[in-house]
């Protein structure tokens, strides 16, 4: 069995019009949102065994500020290639994680994340998915299972979201 969080980044700031998107940084409500989640999956003992994280500062700010929270960093792969790549990407992304990894979390974007975790789990019919359906607001997790030995089985309609936590229901 296999477990896929999928973490959007937390509200970024839009202050510095001179900034590139790359390098934007949180918003203060961005930084309050990513503790609230490390603190959620901490109390809910999920654990990733591997992070894959999106290079964009407001990615690499939120993962930060999840393990902060969850109380340890688990190890970490910064990947340019999860900026703004599209759902099929990110999905051959993860179909070549290590076997090792149980669970796995990808730190990464929308439209990215919204499309790939509504494919990995269009045929749960759960009230979470109609959820995860309308929108992947930022900051949200969204976590899934998979009857599956291999990343490389992980296929469209294979999951099954059994979590989607929002920052604002936590507040």
């Known amino acids: 069995m296999k477990t896929l969080c999928l973490l959007r980044h937390a509200k970024s700031a839009w202050d510095d019009a001179g900034l590139s998107d790359h390098?934007?940084?949180?918003?203060?409500?961005?930084?309050?949102?990513?503790?609230?989640?490390?603190?959620?999956?901490?109390?809910h003992g999920v654990r990733p065994d591997l992070v894959l994280c999106s290079?964009?500062?407001r990615?690499?700010?939120?993962?930060?500020?999840?393990?902060?929270?969850?109380?340890?960093?688990?190890?970490a792969e910064y990947d340019e290639?999860?900026?703004?790549t599209g759902a099929p990407a990110?999905?051959?992304?993860i179909r070549t994680a290590?076997?090792?990894a149980g669970t796995l979390m990808l730190v990464a974007h929308n439209p990215d994340l919204h499309?790939?975790?509504?494919?990995?789990?269009?045929?749960?019919?759960?009230?979470?998915?109609?959820?995860?359906?309308?929108?992947f607001p930022t900051g949200a997790c969204a976590i899934l299972?998979?009857?599956?030995?291999?990343?490389?089985?992980?296929?469209?309609?294979?999951?099954?979201?059994?979590?989607?936590?929002?920052p604002r229901a936590l507040a």
């Open 23 to 43: 390098d934007r940084p949180l918003a203060p409500r961005g930084i309050v949102a990513a503790g609230l989640v490390g603190r959620y999956l901490k109390e």
């Open 55 to 57: 290079t964009a500062r």
């Open 59 to 75: 990615a690499v700010e939120t993962f930060e500020l999840l393990t902060e929270a969850m109380g340890d960093a688990p190890p």
């Open 81 to 84: 290639g999860l900026y703004l």
């Open 90 to 93: 990110l999905l051959e992304r």
């Open 98 to 100: 290590p076997d090792s």
């Open 115 to 135: 499309a790939l975790g509504t494919r990995l789990a269009e045929r749960d019919g759960s009230k979470r998915l109609r959820s995860l359906q309308e929108k």
């Open 145 to 166: 299972a998979f009857e599956a030995a291999h990343w490389r089985d992980v296929a469209p309609g294979t999951g099954r979201l059994v979590d989607f936590v929002l």
